[in-house]
């Protein structure tokens, strides 16, 4: 392993770091951080794409790091220099750059009965980060993220995930006509959940191929596409409780079909 110490601001991969913090910088370079020993982890068992490793020297010599085992180079910053580069306020002293992973429409229908969600202008990070975990745990094929939903890379919502950001197969930024459009030829019933409505989500059959639209979590569903739904349905909860968290509720209609197709 070949340590690269790093002691100025204006070194070429501090700026590149610091760059990584905004959304067009990352689209445009194909690449975002991962911050966090667990979340390296993950991303590192899941295959994704590492470009470099960088650590503060207060980790580096905390012991023998298995992040570090196999990479070719790590670059070392002292401890206030990393500090800066993080937005979180103890950082663990271990930051990655990685590469985008690209998925395929047919990532997202694998099986005999695909269960795809589309979130409509999710906004907060630590939402769609839970969604992510949410759909990996309960057997979600898919997400589709629609125009005006907060960037997958973000490091919020990187770290919210968790890890599934790796393994849960998504789409991003595609018109909610257009995610509509594609689930609909693949055979899914798509299900606006949205409250009042007639039904709720235990009275739908949802043992068949399956697509859940989620709204913002201030305006709800677009209403055009409320309306083009196969159904509307809503998750029951008690009268003393106005609404349940976007996340949440993902949560709950994620399990109810699993629950069903068990």
């Keep these: 392993m070949n340590i690269i110490p790093i002691e100025s601001t204006t070194n070429p991969l501090v700026k590149r770091i610091r760059g990584l913090s905004n959304r067009a910088a990352r689209r445009k370079s194909g690449l975002f951080l991962i911050e966090g020993v667990k979340v390296i982890e993950e991303a590192l068992a899941r295959g994704a794409g590492i470009e470099d490793l960088v650590v503060s020297k ?4 905390s012991g023998d790091h298995q992040i570090l085992k196999d990479a070719q180079r790590v ?9 800066e580069l993080t937005d979180t306020e103890t950082p663990q002293g271990v930051l990655a750059i990685a590469r985008m992973h690209q998925c395929r429409e047919d990532d997202l229908f694998k099986g005999a009965t695909p269960l795809v969600v589309i979130l409509d202008r999710i906004q907060d990070p630590g939402n769609l980060g839970t969604i992510f975990r ?5 057997g979600a094929s898919g997400l589709i993220l629609s125009h005006g939903t907060v960037d997958p890379y973000n490091s919020k919502v990187v770290r919210a995930a ?13 018109g909610l006509d257009e995610a509509m459009e594609l689930v609909r030829e693949r055979g899914l019933k798509v299900v606006a959940l ?6 709720t989500i235990s009275e739908l059959d949802l ?35 106005e609404s349940l968290n976007v996340a949440i509720a993902t ?12």
């Design 162 to 174: 968790s890890g599934a950001l790796f393994a849960m197969p998504f789409l991003s930024g595609m």
């Design 75 to 83: 670059f070392l910053l002292n401890d206030k220099l990393f500090a």
């Design 194 to 199: 949205t409250a009042p409505a007639n039904k």
């Design 134 to 138: 949410t759909a990996l745990a309960f």
């Design 251 to 262: 949560s709950v209609a994620l399990y109810e079909a699993r629950s069903q197709r068990q």
């Design 207 to 241: 043992s068949g191929p399956t697509a859940f639209i989620l709204g913002n979590e201030g305006q709800g569903i677009d209403k055009d596409a409320m309306g083009a739904a196969d159904d509307t349905a809503m998750i029951e909860i008690s009268k003393e409780s």
């Design 58 to 61: 207060t980790y580096l010599e």
